[in-house]
T-cell receptor
Framework: DGGITQSPKYLFRKEGQNVTLSCEQN?????MYWYRQDPGQGLRLIYY???????QKGDIAEGYSVSREKKESFPLTVTSAQKNPTAFYLC?????????????FGSGTQLSVL | QQQVKQSPQSLIVQKGGISIINCAYE??????FPWYQQFPGKGPALLIA?????SEKKEGRFTISFNKSAKQFSLHIMDSQPGDSATYFC???????????FGTGTRLKVLA
């Protein structure tokens, strides 16, 4: 089945620790995204990549980093600089990253702070 | 100007009733308005979308009504079912950008 796989489903971070969330897609999509979801808030864009080896900051990129070494993979690192990391993280993809394209989402990773 | 305001925050409807969720925007450059449905512990999935050149779009029990002059659009779920219980997000975007502006979500519960 084609889709987006996020892992792990749950992740716990200790203070001062960097953690990496995995996102893999087999849809052959060019564009991939990371969103953060907090209760009572809409989805907020963290990072966006339209092509391998290129990515752009979204609205809330501070404290996060990404890489795009392969078309199918777009891992997100939550660094120790992110002081409020507890949230539900969603990875998404779209065909080319053009305007008004359908977003395909993974099932998310719930990150909590110990 | 980039906000999309969504209401209500939560909604409880009896089985068979009509669920109505409203969204309002300010940026007149927006030209694409999708609705996403999210079940607990899952990612959102596109439900239905509309462009401002039409006032209504219907897909099965789901209808988007669009009022360009009022800068408002709404999702109507007819004959609501317990399986429709989910969080619904409206969104907006415009040509020339990959960015979506999402509403804050509406948690719908349909009572059996």
């Amino acid at each position: 089945d084609g889709g987006i796989t996020q892992s792990p489903k749950y992740l716990f971070r200790k203070e001062g620790q960097n953690v990496t969330l995995s996102c893999e897609q087999n849809l052959n999509h060019d564009a991939m995204y990371w969103y953060r979801q907090d209760p009572g808030q809409g989805l907020r864009l963290i990072y966006y990549s339209q092509i391998v080896n290129d990515f752009q900051k979204g609205d809330i990129a501070e404290g996060y980093s990404v890489s795009r070494e392969k078309k199918e993979s777009f891992p997100l690192t939550v660094t120790s600089a992110q002081k409020n990391p507890t949230a539900f993280y969603l990875c998404a993809s779209s065909l080319t990253g053009g305007a008004n394209e359908k977003l395909f989402f993974g099932s998310g990773t719930q990150l909590s702070v110990l | 100007q980039q906000q999309v305001k969504q209401s209500p925050q939560s909604l409880i409807v009896q089985k068979g009733g009509i669920s109505i969720i409203n969204c309002a925007y300010e940026n007149t450059a927006f030209d694409y308005f999708p609705w996403y449905q999210q079940f607990p512990g899952k990612g959102p999935a596109l439900l239905i979308a509309i462009r401002p050149d039409v006032s209504e779009k219907k897909e099965g029990r789901f209808t988007i009504s669009f009022n360009k002059s009022a800068k408002q659009f709404s999702l109507h779920i007819m004959d609501s079912q317990p399986g429709d219980s989910a969080t619904y997000f409206c969104a907006a975007s415009y040509s020339g950008t990959y960015k979506y502006i999402f509403g804050t979500g509406t948690r719908l519960k349909v009572l059996a």
